[in-house]
């Protein structure tokens, strides 16, 4: 007997009415998934990997994760024992593998350590079942770690400045962010610990092979807008451009000079994350019709970041390993280590040490970057100190004005000068407070009558002040009603 399907829908009511439900339970699954995808994907800067921090996929570069890391083949001649002592790193993009492999070889048991937090975190994010004692845990997983961590060239000199990171491997930072730092009252010191070569590139098919600084310039500037301009084929010239702040950016910026950069292309991404909406971004490089575009070397070469490209010679010379080294490509760009001029971290110092040493180098060399041929380098301050501090407003409504000044060419610390009535009182800061708890690394200033100046210095070896040329403690003070207290610089 032949049924017809009107029959059978009515034979099996309970069974078609399951089956709707279980349709509608597999979509709802499939968009909550889809969001969980969205949502990390939109954390960050939006792209795909490392939690919306990164256009790469980063597997076998992690410190729990690698396989594609460079290892020495002997113990290093640094090792940080203890995790308190760990300078927690952050960084370029280009600059990740570099970094972890450094915390690799001298962190003990960072790959187990990492490795713990990170499946941690992952579990504790797919849970969704946060509560007030699990930040920390979920910075770990925001920030891609904890010790070793990858926001980026833009979020992390931002963490830099904001005390959050001890040491940001990237090119040197933007004016935006040296204007921060200022701000911040803190200074941003850069050492160059390799070379790389800044490169631009095209579709492999296309005809020209090499441009002058100037060309480039032109095409940047919008004079030059067609290729056969230049040597090629009559073609409109897609000049694509990197977001502000980032390091490709403010390499950019420096290889333009004076010469002003026309308005980036832009494109609408509709963001169906948490905050949703639309947002307009710096259009990135892709595989059209006349493309040019910029990048460091090692993304290209190193990570593989484009596919159908190759990289252009600038003023007749190729960015090869051999012409990075000896100077002779005219866009070379100094892969530096930034550290903030008040940070005293030992450990910090070592690290600094580690990476110009023969074993550091080594691990840059190895990764794909260009070692120093002179190792005799000089930290360079990359923003001045010069600001008026607020007004600080003691008990009695007494008004307390604070000025930082200092000799910043030397890299000195931080002065103040602080007037309370007819006394003036000079000494070394980095903040100021009031009504603030005592604290093991803090020191306090009394408030002193009389008409005269008093002056005193921080003493580092005994961590003392010496007021007056007399020595004293000042942990042994409890705070006082209508003192301060501030942290002294190095």
């Avoid at 940001?168 to 730092?181: C, D, G, H, I, T």
């Avoid at 009252?185 to 610990?193: A, C, K, R, S, V």
């Avoid at 607020?390 to 890299?411: C, H, K, N, P, R």
Wanted: glycine share 6%.
């Amino acid at each position: 007997m032949i049924m017809s399907e009107t029959a059978v829908k009515k034979k099996h009511p309970v069974r078609n009415t399951l089956l709707v439900i279980l349709a509608v339970i597999l979509t709802v699954f499939a968009i909550s998934r889809a969001s969980t995808v969205n949502n990390r994907k939109y954390m960050g800067h939006g792209f795909d990997y490392m939690h919306g921090y990164s256009s790469t996929d980063f597997t076998g570069y992690h410190v729990y994760d690698s396989e594609k890391l460079y290892k020495l083949d002997h113990k290093a001649s640094l090792s940080i024992e203890n995790e308190e002592d760990m300078p927690v790193l952050d960084g370029a993009e280009a600059c990740y593998p570099v970094y972890s492999a450094l915390a690799l070889a001298t962190y003990k048991n960072i790959d187990q350590i990492e490795k713990d937090l990170h499946e941690r975190a992952e579990e504790l994010f797919e849970s969704r079942d946060f509560k007030d004692d699990d930040y920390e845990l979920m910075d770990v997983y925001y920030k891609n770690g904890r010790y070793v961590t990858f926001t980026n060239t833009q979020d992390a000199y931002f963490r830099l400045i904001e005390r959050k990171v001890d040491m940001v491997f990237a090119a040197r930072p933007s004016l935006k962010q040296k204007q921060y730092a200022t701000e911040m009252n803190e200074q941003i010191l850069t050492t160059q610990i390799g070379k790389e070569a800044f490169v631009f590139f095209t579709q492999a098919d296309n005809p020209v092979d090499n441009l002058t600084s100037d060309q480039i310039r032109a095409i940047y500037h919008g004079d030059i807008t067609n290729w056969k301009d230049v040597g090629g084929k009559r073609q409109k010239i897609v000049a694509f451009q990197r977001p502000e702040n980032s390091g490709s950016q403010v390499m950019m910026n420096y290889f333009m000079g004076d010469v002003e950069m026309a308005d980036p292309k832009k494109v609408e991404i509709v963001n169906i994350g948490p905050m949703g909406g639309v947002v307009e971004q710096v259009a990135q490089y892709n595989d059209e019709a006349g493309a040019l575009g910029y990048t460091f070397k090692y993304f290209l070469t190193g990570l593989n970041q484009e596919e159908n490209v190759k990289i252009l010679s600038v003023d007749g010379v190729y960015p090869s390993t051999e012409n990075i080294e000896n100077g002779t490509y005219p866009a070379i760009a100094s892969l530096v280590c930034a550290t903030l001029a008040s940070n005293e971290k030992q450990s910090v110092k070592d690290m600094m040490n580690f990476i110009l040493s023969d074993d550091g180098q080594e691990i840059i060399k190895e990764t794909g970057y260009a070692p120093l041929s002179d190792r005799n380098v000089t930290p360079v301050a990359e923003n001045e100190l010069t600001l008026e501090a607020a007004q600080f407003v003691m008990e009695g409504d007494e008004s307390i004005s604070l000025t930082i000044y200092g000799s910043l060419e030397e890299q000195m610390p931080s002065l103040f000068e602080l007037n309370t009535g007819d006394v003036t009182i000079k000494g070394r800061v980095s903040q100021l407070y009031h009504d603030a708890e005592p604290q093991p690394d803090c020191y306090y200033i009394f408030s002193i009558e009389g008409d005269y100046e008093q002056d005193f210095r921080y003493d580092r070896e005994s961590k003392s002040i010496i007021f007056d040329e007399e020595m004293y403690n000042p942990k042994e003070y409890p705070l006082p009603s209508d003192g301060a207290v501030f942290r002294p610089v190095p």
